[in-house]
């Protein structure tokens, strides 16, 4: 009987170690599976015979120990490795590799299948699935206005390829700069003339001088003198403003005679209007001009030297922003803030279009700033233009965020600069490319430069993954011992990340497999050699009948 027992025993050791090798066999074929993990075998002993049973001492003999012989081995457990896998780049957007406990989600004819395989394409209807069986990627669907929803509720990852995103209007620019404190006004102030009037013309002679004065805005007009001789050291004085090209304003500036008369000794000027010589102020609200006309630097004398300077000539402070801004067509608009000084730590803004983009109004106002250079007032608060597209798009309001306290515009010693933050408008545009991030979220990238979010995918963890089961194609299912799966949002409620461009490679060590087939080997040598031995003494049982 002893001898049968010896040959069971063998052919369990020989039967179990043939389980091992089929693990590792199996391993090693998988050493370049995506998303593989591992699984080793251990073993135990199986029911044990009684020869005797143990004794419990006595006051006058010992105890004694039970004896069994064991009646072979067992598979105890086929537990698999979940530890990391490294990292293979590969640049594929829909390569995905997790990084942490958790797995995909898939779903396949209504089934719900689990995989640590990120080998994922986008199939011909937008589902991220799995091209080997067509398992869908599970996860949410962003809304239209790429909200992910909240909550943990499974569906297919679905992108629309032909994605569009309708034109947004602008409704609000932000602005961002400074403007120099040190910077002069804008407007022309002084508009000084010197030289000499040549005395020995014939009466009804006209000695010109004109140079560019500007106006608050910094527009460019000219202002043009005339001195026509009426006598004997007199003459008329006409002053006028002209366009920047020298043409008659409209409406007209109506221009100005005054008779000026000249000391016939020394060539001074004696009289204007009747006067003594002063400073003549030039005001025109309805065009922002307001300078002073100083003449009395001009003589009469042998030579026509007459010349005219406007604020030693220096030009007008302009500091201008653009920004491009869209209708309710996308037809993009190119608008242009200016701010010009109008005084200390007080400036006028203006914005402008080109004549062809439509109308603005409501397109002025102006800035002051507080002796540190914050925002002190803003007029109107807060600035809304009315823009009016040509081509017959919507009329809309646009805000103008100028910025409150030392926040947007400022004004601080430095250069001027002025330019726009942000703008919320865009042009329609068609899906261009697709990213994924380590928290899941799919986002599109479209042809205006905007991108929106579109899915998030989901992973699920559980309690005990050692006990899924395996249904190949690197997919597994829940089995009894699992527990129930637990949905959640990559990076924030879990320990797992998604690295995109890359597949986690099968964590067997080759090394480590080798090492075991060796063992493995040698236990299917040694039981082959009891039961060759146990053989052996069954013929010598047998022949003693002979």
């Known amino acids: 009987m002893s001898l049968i027992n010896s040959l069971f025993a063998g052919v369990s050791g020989i039967r179990n170690h043939q389980s091992m090798l089929d693990v590792i066999g199996n391993n090693i074929a998988n050493v370049n599976s995506i998303g593989y993990k591992g699984s080793r075998v251990t073993f135990s002993d199986t029911f044990n015979q009684f020869i005797r049973y143990g004794t419990n001492p006595t006051d006058t003999a010992g105890g004694t120990n039970t004896f069994q012989v064991g009646l072979g081995m067992k598979l105890n457990s086929v537990d698999r490795n979940w530890n990391q ?43 991220l699935v799995n091209p080997q069986n067509g398992a869908i990627v599970q996860g949410k669907v962003a809304t239209e206005d790429g909200t992910i929803p909240p909550g943990n509720n499974l569906e297919n990852i679905l992108i629309d390829q032909n994605l569009r995103l309708p034109a947004v209007p602008t409704t609000n620019v932000t602005w961002d700069g400074n403007l120099d404190a040190k910077s002069a006004l804008t407007r022309s102030q002084a508009y000084v003339q010197a030289g000499t009037l040549k005395d020995n013309v014939a009466v009804g002679n006209v000695q010109s001088s004109e140079a560019s004065v500007f106006d608050e805005d910094g527009n460019e ?9 009426t006598g004997n050291n007199a003459y008329n004085l006409t002053y006028q403003l002209l366009d920047s090209e020298g ?32 400073v003549i102020p030039i005001v025109d609200t309805s065009l922002g001009i307001d300078f002073n006309y100083d003449l009395t630097a001009v003589e009469e004398g042998a030579n026509t030297t007459l010349s005219s300077v406007v604020d030693g000539n220096r030009k007008p402070t302009i500091v201008a922003g653009t920004v491009s801004i869209f209708d309710s067509l996308g037809n993009a608009h190119t608008m242009t803030l200016k701010f010009t000084k109008i005084g200390d730590n007080s400036w006028k803004w203006v914005t402008e279009m080109p004549a062809d983009s439509g109308t603005l109004s409501g397109n002025e106002g102006t800035i002051s700033f507080n002796t540190d250079g914050s925002i002190a007032a803003i007029a109107p608060n807060p600035p809304v233009l009315t823009f009016s597209p040509a081509g017959g798009a919507a009329e809309e309001n646009i805000e103008l965020n100028l910025g409150s306290g030392f926040e947007g515009v400022r004004q601080a010693n430095g250069s001027s600069v002025v330019s726009a933050a942000s703008q919320n408008g865009s042009a329609s545009a068609s899906l261009a490319n697709i990213s994924i991030d380590q928290y899941g979220y799919i986002e599109g990238v479209f042809t205006n430069g905007q991108s929106r979010k579109l899915a998030q995918i989901l992973v ?22 699992a527990g129930e799966p637990y949905i959640s949002d990559p990076g924030e409620t879990s320990n797992t990340t998604i690295q995109s461009g890359a597949l986690e490679q099968s964590n067997v060590d080759l090394s480590e497999e080798f090492t075991r087939m060796i063992v493995s080997q040698r236990g299917f040598q040694a039981n082959s050699r009891v039961i060759t031995v146990s053989d052996t003494l069954l013929q010598e049982i047998t022949n003693l009948v002979r």
């Open 221 to 229: 007009y000219v202002f043009k003198t005339e001195y026509e001789k």
């Open 247 to 278: 043409n008659a304003l409209d409406p007209a500036f109506t221009p100005v005679t005054v008779p000026v008369t000249f000391d016939a000794n020394s060539g001074e000027m004696l009289t204007v209007s009747g006067n003594p010589p002063d």
């Open 85 to 127: 896998g490294t990292f293979e780049r590969t640049g594929i957007t829909t390569d995905l590799a997790l990084q942490g406990d958790g797995l995909f989600v898939m779903k396949k004819n209504g089934e719900t299948f689990y995989s640590r395989a990120g080998a994922f394409i986008f199939d011909a209807n937008g589902q």
């Open 460 to 481: 699920a963890t559980f309690p005990n993954r050692n006990a899924l089961t395996s249904v190949g194609e690197n997919m597994f299912t829940v089995s009894a011992n």
